[in-house]
């Protein structure tokens, strides 16, 4: 590994055991909305605000608004103001969420092939 790759990698405090890139890796995407958002992201390009809560459907303002700076934080997503007045922002992915692409895509695979409408509610796994 060279200097460059290691100043580019996430720092994580399990670092070194090897369970801790699966914990990690989970802790990025464990959230609900999180791999919809990055998936959106992925698909779509960068997105305004509404544009992205309109293509994720189903999320509230406060929920994406919470879920994109828990992303940035994260630095899987990248903010960008467009203009001031009026305010007008842009997300896309950094390189690290980019990178998430087969998993994401995996995840949506996995899905397709294994779940299925519940008839009730109480039936549902999620």
């Known amino acids: 590994m060279t200097d460059t790759d290691a100043s580019n990698r996430l720092p994580v405090w399990c670092a070194g055991k090897d369970w801790c890139p699966i914990t990690a890796t989970a802790s990025l ?11 959106r992201l992925l698909e779509g390009g960068p997105m305004g605000f509404n544009e992205l809560k309109a293509d994720v459907g189903g999320i509230s303002s406060k929920v994406l608004s919470d879920s994109l700076e828990d992303l940035e934080d994260k630095q899987l997503v990248n903010r960008e103001i467009v203009s001031e007045k009026p305010v007008r922002v842009n997300y896309s992915l950094t390189e690290h969420g980019e990178s998430l692409e087969s998993l994401i895509f995996e995840m949506r695979d996995w899905g397709m092939e294994h779940l ?11």
């Not at 299925?116 to 999620?126: P, V």
């Open 116 to 126: 299925d409408a519940a008839e009730e509610q109480e039936e549902a796994i999620a």
């Open 29 to 39: 995407l464990g959230k609900k909305w999180h791999p919809v958002i990055v998936h």
